[in-house]
Structures are given as C-alpha cells and as structure tokens.
C-alpha cells in the first residue's frame, strides 16, 4: 500500500501544481489520438446518458426546497447510507465545511490527520469563516491516526484550551481504503471521549467497492460508524458537479443555514442533482475497472528503471521517483507524449475513472517506459 509520503499529496486534484503540465504548452496525443488524462477522477465529463437525464430533470427553487429532483436525490442517498436526511451541495469543500461549522463553533476544535484534505487542502476554511481550530496529527503508514494519538489530543475542560468536539476521518485516503474495524475502533473511541465523529468520503464508494460484495451495502456499513459523512458525486462516480452531507434531520437542518451562509443556495440545482443520480444508479459497480486499470498500471510499471512503484489501492496509483529523476521534467515529458498526472516532489500520481479503458491504461504503461528510457539515454 501506499507510504505516509503518498497521503500527502492524497486527494489534491485540483492544485495548480497537479495541472501545471497542460498549462505549460499543453499535451500532446498519444500514438491513437488521444490524450489520457490520469490527473484525478474529478477531469470525467458526462456521457450521453448522463447529460439526457440531466436535460430531462424536473426542477424547482431548491433554497425554497421545492426542486423536486434535488428533493429525490437527497432522499435516495440519505436511505441509501442509512442516515435520516441529506443535503446537495457544490462541492466536497463545502460539505466539509458545512459539516465543521455545525458541529462546532468558535473555539471548537476538530482533530484530523496532518494529510486529510479538510485540514490540509480545503484552504482553511474551520479555521478562517468559523473560528474553529485544527488538531492536526501525523499519520501512520497505512494513513490512518494512532488511537493513542487521538486520545492524547483531547483537550481537558480548562479555559486554556480550545474545546474538542469532533474527530475527523477519511476513507479512501491517498487512494487506500481503511479498514473497517479501525473505523469502529477509532470511533467508538472518539465517543468514549465525548465527541462526534464526521467522515470525508469524497471517494466513499471506492472504498466500498474495495471492500468486495454489494458496493452499497458495503458503503452503508463504513458510513454507519460516523455521525455525519460527507459522499462526492464529481469524482470515481463521474458527475460534473456535487456532494451530498449526510447526518440526522435536525443536524441536516442546521447545515442547510450553513450552506446559504457559505453561497450555496443553488436554485434550480435539480439539473446538477440528476446528474448525481444517474451517477449514483448507474456508475458505482463500475469503480471496479478503474480499480482493475490502476492495478493492471502499476504491475506493468514495477520494474521500471527511474521510479518505484507502490502497489494501487483503489484507483490511484503513486510512484517514488529515483535519484536523478526530477519529477517536473518527467511529469512534462509525459505530458508531451501525452499523458497527464498529477506530480509532487519526488512523486507523481496517476488516477484511473471512467473516461480511462483497459487499453488506455496499457498505453500509459508504454508512454512511461518510453519517456524514462528517452531520459536515460539523455
């Protein structure tokens, strides 16, 4: 699995680092015409059917709560996870946010990992619009928090100290699913100590499908440990835009005010929302190829001179690169060829989605023998 070092550069789809490659000239097309685009699963666009239902959606004013769309979609994931109710918003960011916001207030504290995304790649949001403080921790190497950890960072009630309130999880994080019997351990822990607990599952449904089984009933049972979870549409799921909150009715409620406060009042959004479901209906099982393509990516590439490969996960895949590979020279060369990632330093990312075949996945395993041995051979 994936090191500490990949969780840091986990689910950063959208820095401007990630997409400095195309920016920079552009790509170039493969041998085949095409571009295969490996930056994140959130670059899909709707397919045909997608866009039909999302041309045929019934719609309404969904600030005044009466798009009937919106209204179904809520209701289906709400039923679907286990929770009382759901709110559609824009994004994972304001989900999260919105989730912060009312389970804490100023001088609340949330823990998190030092590499979650809401702490590290949600532009502070706690802390600069409420007032709410970050108890970041270290990671372990298979990305989740130390239960020791957790428990040593609650604060005691003394008025020298932030009060805290709620621990946050992620799962998948940087492309590895998190087990389930750390899940209930970390949360009933949580609970022993008095706080809520909300998970980030942007890429909930991967984890489910890496579970084995029945995807939703999988995705029911890891949702079901938390007070509140958070589920992307716009990533493995393939929708263009939206995340759903899930939680209590009353807990739901309050959010709703939290996300008008926050902009996110987005009128006839059932537009948006049949997307999601047509997304959520049809699109789950699938995550399965793109777990297949990640694999069959990373086996093709474990010998290769320049970098080292960690085994995927899900459906990314990391890899280290040896001394004397600079990763923004490679990450460039590969786009010329073109094959978009995401790079870090000494790291690039690859992620596989819906708009990626079997076939594109072995092309991407040729690009990047070829740009090494090019690179090699100076």
Same mark, same amino acid.
């Given at each position: 699995?994936?090191?500490?070092?990949?969780?840091?550069?986990?689910?950063?789809?959208?820095?401007?680092?990630?997409?400095?490659?195309?920016?920079?000239?552009?790509?170039?097309?493969?041998?085949?015409?095409?571009?295969?685009?490996?930056?994140?699963?959130?670059?899909?666009?709707?397919?045909?059917?997608?866009? +039909?239902?999302?041309? $045929?959606?019934?719609?309404?004013?969904?600030?005044?709560?009466?798009?009937?769309?919106?209204?179904?979609?809520?209701?289906?994931?709400?039923?679907?996870?286990?929770?009382?109710?759901?709110?559609?918003?824009?994004?994972?960011?304001?989900?999260?946010?919105?989730?912060?916001?009312?389970?804490?207030?100023?001088?609340?504290?949330?823990?998190?990992?030092?590499?979650?995304?809401?702490?590290?790649?949600?532009?502070?949001?706690?802390?600069?619009?409420?007032?709410?403080?970050?108890?970041?921790?270290?990671?372990r190497a298979d990305g989740t928090l130390d239960p020791?950890?957790?428990?040593?960072? #609650?604060?005691?009630?003394?008025?020298?100290?932030?009060?805290?309130?709620?621990?946050?999880?992620?799962?998948?994080?940087?492309?590895?699913? #998190?087990?389930?019997?750390?899940?209930?351990?970390?949360?009933?822990?949580? +609970?022993?100590?008095?706080?809520?607990?909300?998970?980030?599952?942007?890429?909930?449904?991967?984890?489910?499908?890496?579970?084995?089984?029945?995807?939703?009933?999988?995705?029911?049972?890891?949702?079901?440990?938390?007070?509140?979870?958070? #589920?992307?549409?716009?990533?493995?799921?393939?929708?263009?835009?939206?995340?759903?909150?899930?939680?209590?009715?009353?807990?739901?409620?309050?959010?709703?005010?939290?996300?008008?406060?926050?902009?996110?009042?987005?009128?006839?959004?059932?537009?948006?929302?049949?997307?999601?479901?047509?997304?959520?209906?049809?699109? #789950?099982?699938?995550?399965?190829?793109?777990?297949?393509?990640? $694999?069959?990516?990373?086996?093709?590439?474990?010998?290769?001179?320049?970098?080292?490969?960690?085994?995927?996960?899900?459906?990314? *895949?990391?890899?280290?690169?040896?001394?004397? *590979?600079?990763?923004?020279?490679?990450?460039?060369?590969?786009?010329?060829?073109?094959?978009?990632?995401?790079?870090?330093?000494?790291?690039?990312?690859?992620?596989?989605?819906?708009?990626?075949?079997?076939?594109?996945?072995?092309?991407? *395993?040729?690009?990047?023998?070829?740009?090494?041995?090019?690179?090699?051979?100076?």
């Amino acid at each position: 699995m994936p090191t500490t070092d990949s969780a840091r550069a986990a689910d950063a789809a959208d820095t401007p680092d990630a997409s400095r490659a195309v920016n920079a000239g552009g790509a170039a097309q493969d041998g085949r015409g095409r571009v295969i685009d490996l930056r994140s699963d959130t670059v899909t666009r709707p397919g045909e059917a997608m866009r +039909r239902a999302m041309a $045929e959606a019934e719609v309404g004013d969904d600030v005044f709560g009466d798009d009937p769309t919106v209204n179904a979609l809520q209701e289906r994931i709400a039923g679907l996870l286990g929770f009382e109710a759901a709110l559609f918003v824009s994004s994972g960011t304001q989900s999260n946010l919105c989730a912060l916001l009312t389970h804490c207030g100023r001088g609340d504290e949330y823990i998190a990992g030092q590499m979650a995304h809401m702490y590290r790649w949600e532009g502070g949001g706690a802390a600069v619009l409420g007032g709410i403080q970050p108890q970041p921790l270290a990671h372990r190497a298979d990305g989740t928090l130390d239960p020791l950890d957790i428990a040593a960072a #609650v604060k005691p009630d003394d008025a020298h100290f932030a009060r805290t309130r709620l621990l946050c999880l992620e799962n998948t994080i940087g492309g590895r699913a #998190v087990s389930q019997d750390y899940l209930k351990t970390a949360t009933h822990l949580a +609970r022993d100590h008095g706080l809520a607990t909300h998970l980030d599952g942007a890429r909930l449904f991967n984890a489910a499908v890496a579970e084995g089984g029945d995807p939703y009933e999988q995705a029911r049972r890891i949702a079901g440990h938390f007070d509140t979870v958070s #589920v992307c549409f716009s990533k493995g799921l393939g929708a263009p835009v939206g995340s759903a909150l899930l939680g209590s009715r009353e807990f739901v409620a309050e959010a709703r005010r939290w996300r008008k406060v926050l902009g996110g009042g987005m009128r006839q959004a059932g537009v948006l929302a049949a997307a999601a479901r047509y997304a959520l209906d049809h699109q #789950v099982t699938r995550l399965a190829d793109d777990h297949a393509h990640a $694999e069959l990516f990373a086996e093709g590439l474990k010998d290769v001179r320049g970098l080292t490969m960690e085994p995927s996960g899900t459906n990314m *895949v990391f890899a280290k690169s040896d001394p004397g *590979v600079e990763t923004d020279d490679l990450r460039d060369r590969l786009a010329r060829r073109g094959l978009l990632c995401a790079g870090y330093p000494g790291q690039l990312r690859f992620v596989f989605h819906l708009d990626v075949t079997r076939a594109d996945a072995e092309a991407a *395993v040729r690009i990047v023998r070829e740009t090494l041995t090019e690179m090699s051979t100076g």
